[in-house]
């Protein structure tokens, strides 16, 4: 029963918690801008670089990469957008999930109830702007405080020798936690989450930056997951966006797994915080795997029209 009350239970509430917040926040911004997401998103995609910038603020809106791919599949299914439009899109949208992390890396854990307070108090008023911000802030607030929750676990874990032999005495850690984060974040629907339980339990030094890392590039993979489910029935160009997605974050995942020891260091030059190292390698992973894309936008739209051809009609 120790492990239920040390480790399962707190993890259980801190998860529930952080992904209530994370529905609050895009509640709250969808109603502030939602509407005007697609007309945004329609207006802005002219050229790759406008497309990655639109993705990119679309995902912290919405606070989803996943979200902002089923809509990108939506449009593209309807023909409103160019498959080789969505390419910037997709590549924006794994920059536009670092954003959220890096608000986490602040460690606002102390200000969560009083955000939580303020939120709510904020929701109760009748002007619908104070409202959807009252919802932001509150998200915020159910945000940390998830994440101080699951922190609870953290000391069970250490002590942990199963725990410690999986990820520590194994020669293939990172491979564990490549798998780790990918099939987690399928599970939850939110590399964010992820991203946030790894920060956690790296305060504590659970395990190395290595497998921290890697578990980080699972779960950038696990998160593509609910837009392939999406695209599935739908018509050639969708299904290209979707595994774009998928396809560009394997890529990405096989190319920084050995250099992730380079990653580490180049953190632990930025920071002495492992958590904040974290969110530091996260947001260079991603700007870095997006932007040397990016001028290719063209060629990788190409490419993904050669491997899921359309089907040629009767």
């Known amino acids: 029963m120790s ?25 709250g911004f969808h109603n502030l801008a939602g509407e005007r997401m697609e007309r945004m998103i329609l207006r802005f995609t002219q050229t790759p670089t406008r497309s990655f910038i639109s993705g990119l603020l679309s995902t ?12 990108t599949i939506g449009l593209t299914q309807s023909g409103v957008l160019s498959f080789a439009n969505a390419v910037g899109i997709i590549l924006g949208t794994n920059v536009g999930t670092t954003v959220t992390t890096q608000l986490i890396a602040l460690k606002l854990e102390e200000f969560a109830v009083p955000m939580l307070l303020i939120g709510v108090a904020m929701w ?30 953290a000391k069970p874990l250490e002590h942990s020798e199963a725990f410690r032999k999986l990820f520590m005495d194994s020669g293939s850690s990172i491979w564990i936690g490549l ?10 629907h939110s590399s964010s989450a992820t ?16 497998t921290a890392l890697a578990i980080v590039l699972g779960a ?21 966006v979707a595994w ?58 190409r490419f ?8 040629k009609r009767r």
């Open 304 to 311: 993904m029209k050669w491997l899921i051809p359309e089907k």
């Open 220 to 240: 950038n993979i696990g998160t593509c997951f609910t837009a392939i489910i999406a695209s599935f029935g739908t018509n050639t160009a969708s299904r290209q």
């Open 60 to 71: 912290f809106v919405l606070q989803s990469s996943s979200a902002v791919t089923v809509l």
């Open 124 to 153: 109760l008023q009748r002007k619908l702007t104070i409202r959807c911000l009252g919802l932001i802030v509150a998200g915020f607030g159910l945000i940390f405080l998830g994440i101080d929750t699951m922190q609870v676990m």
């Open 3 to 27: 492990w239920f009350y040390d480790i399962i239970l707190p993890f259980s509430l801190g998860l529930t918690f952080f992904l209530l917040g994370m529905y609050a926040m895009r509640i």
């Open 195 to 210: 991203t946030a339980i790894t920060m956690g339990l790296m305060a504590h030094n659970i395990f190395t930056m290595e």
């Open 244 to 301: 774009l997605h998928t396809w560009f974050n394997v890529a990405g995942a096989i190319v920084f797994l050995p250099l992730l020891s380079i990653l580490a260091k180049i953190t632990a030059s930025l920071t002495s915080d492992p958590a904040t190292q974290i969110a530091h390698a996260q947001t260079i992973y991603n700007l870095v795997c997006s932007l040397v894309a990016l001028p290719f936008a063209y060629q990788i739209a």
């Open 179 to 188: 798998f780790t984060g990918t099939v987690f974040s399928a599970l939850i």
